[in-house]
């Protein structure tokens, strides 16, 4: 039996932007010290760490002697290099494991696995060249999306195929890269749904949010969604079974498409998610926290909201007016200690928190 | 006009223990880079700090270099020695400023600034010889209390003088020590408003809470107070005058007994205080958002809670059954880093969050 670890113990996060600050300051809440590995020394997390190792991702040596002070690692970032996890892994329990990110890290395996685990998604193929791309296109169809199967996020490394795409010009565009297509879901609104899932295997789930993307990037959570008991339910059910498919320890998100009254999976992230920063202000026990006690073999706390929430993300130049934000009496502010403003670039986020509908 | 310290400005905390540390995580939230400065450079704060400043108290080089580096600076604890805050206030705005100190630093100098700001005090008396000690407790009567003026804090300092005390004794207990001797208040129950100023005079104040000493260390505190909205409208009107009269700039507490309905002053802490720790799981802004935004510049967040909360400390070996705290799915636990378990310590603390009372 694994025992939990000890206030006063270290914990190492890879990757050292906003989710690893606001997970170093969730930990830090518990009584632990957070070591953060990242190439940037100055990143946005190592400034609120006990240590910052600043060292490249193929710098084993660094990546051993970094989990060899920690009692466990984990990761802000599911495209950790699997040989730095491997080393780490070597040293000390990284959760979650390498699973998690097996199944993550490529959108075709991802997919699979989803189908597999009885979730649903959208139909899909392989894609290896220009060939195999004017096959699986006649098979699924225009509206279609090509999607490189590594290293997307945000929307990079995408290429939507409509009725007059040039295909050539649509595989130029992803670089030739393995890639996977996939239908069109035609979908009335995105949902997701952040869970955790402990060493023992207990799973537990945040109420589903409803979220707005433009241009690729999230750009508004409202949680809870307003949705049906059922819908709920059915969310949770896909959620436990990918976690207990991943044997994730941690937190992880299930982005979903209602289609209908019913659930499509998107995509899996398994990490901390930008849909969840709603919890940071509305629940008693935010993501960050529930990541830490999962990495730290800890019980899980309540993912009960006791208000209901509007999460705006800062994107670029949208924190500029940081006066404004200041003076929203209405507005939880959340910076990220971002040393300079890029377009698309996550600079913070508000909470708007307000009473939660009334049980009827 | 000050000007608001933008987001990645530095605010520097003088003192690292859990106030500091606390006050770094806020800072952190609002996107400021934080600076502690304390002898101990393992202490709680600096291990989620930007930078720890390990130097001694009287070393005015290293004080004066810490504030170069700051766009402001604070502190966590009232007995920061006025020259380190000279030294600081040559190069930097030191916010609260020297005079909240002065008046908070010596208990005669508090309590006639508390009597003169029209906030009621128990009787007291100046003793500097065991002749004067005589002549006090002739005036004021037993039982009463004999305190030092300077450096008391969680009960030391102070010996209760009962009809069978020895007075030569009681005065020999303090150390005699400048002092002074207090009447009792006959109390029926502790309370204590948590305030905040701004650089522009504005004050808010979050509900009173109800404080359970024991041993001179606050145990439990429960917000909000169960109080008519007259005592909760004297409270804040006692705490303007109190902040007002101390030009203070940043959150202030004002410990207060109530005395058949009506309010007596006990003390005043310069500084984000153990009975506003409450706030930080049941209001959207917690006391320390509060005092970094007041530092900053920035205007006040809510004072409102979401939800009512009864906060418990762990003081020493409270903390030793931390995995029955963990485990304990309606307290949200809060520790500070501290390495070793000593009698008295406070160790960490517990809120545990219930739904508001229904407004009648």
Not at 83 to 108: F, H, I, N, W, Y
Not at 290 to 304: D, E, I, K, M, Y
Not at 339 to 357: A, D, E, F, Q, Y
């Amino acid at each position: 039996m694994t025992q939990p670890l000890a206030p006063g113990s270290v914990i190492g996060i890879f990757g050292g932007g906003q989710l690893g600050r606001m997970l170093a300051m969730a930990g830090a809440g518990l009584g632990f010290d957070i070591h953060v590995y990242d190439p940037d020394r100055d990143c946005p997390a190592g400034r609120v760490a006990t240590r910052i190792c600043a060292a490249p991702w193929d710098d084993m040596g660094a990546v051993q002697s970094f989990a060899a002070r920690c009692d466990a690692v984990t990761f802000e970032w599911e495209n950790v290099p699997a040989a730095a996890l491997d080393a780490a892994q070597s040293r000390t329990p990284v959760r979650p494991g390498r699973k998690s990110l097996e199944l993550t890290q490529d959108r075709l395996t991802e997919k699979t696995f989803i189908r597999d685990a009885g979730g649903g998604t959208v139909e899909f193929a392989e894609v290896g060249s220009l060939a195999e791309l004017e096959t699986a296109v006649e098979k699924i169809g225009r509206p279609c999306i090509l999607k490189t199967r590594r290293f997307g996020y945000d929307g990079k490394g995408q290429a939507v195929i409509r009725d007059e795409t040039d295909l050539a010009a649509a595989w130029a565009e992803i670089g030739e890269n393995p890639a996977i297509l996939e239908a069109f879901a035609p979908f009335q609104r995105e949902l997701s749904i952040v869970a955790a899932r402990t060493l023992t295997g207990e799973v537990a789930a945040y109420p589903l949010a409803e979220n707005d993307h433009s241009g690729g990037i999230l750009r508004v959570s409202k949680a809870p969604a307003l949705v049906s008991p059922g819908l709920q339910s059915q969310a949770l059910d896909i959620a436990t079974a990918i976690g207990n498919g991943m044997e994730h320890v941690g937190v992880f998100a299930v982005e979903l498409f209602d289609v209908d009254g019913g659930l499509v999976v998107n995509e899996i992230a398994p990490r901390v998610h930008n849909s969840g920063h709603w919890t940071m202000d509305a629940c008693a026990c935010s993501q960050f926290e529930q990541h830490v006690r999962a990495v730290a073999g800890w019980p899980l706390g309540p993912c009960s909201p006791h208000s209901a929430c509007e999460m705006i993300n800062l994107i670029g130049e949208d924190v500029v007016p940081w006066r404004a934000l200041a003076a929203d009496y209405s507005a939880r502010l959340h910076l990220y200690g971002k040393r300079t403003v890029r377009p698309g670039r996550k600079m913070g986020h508000i909470n708007r928190i307000s009473p939660l509908p009334r049980q009827s």
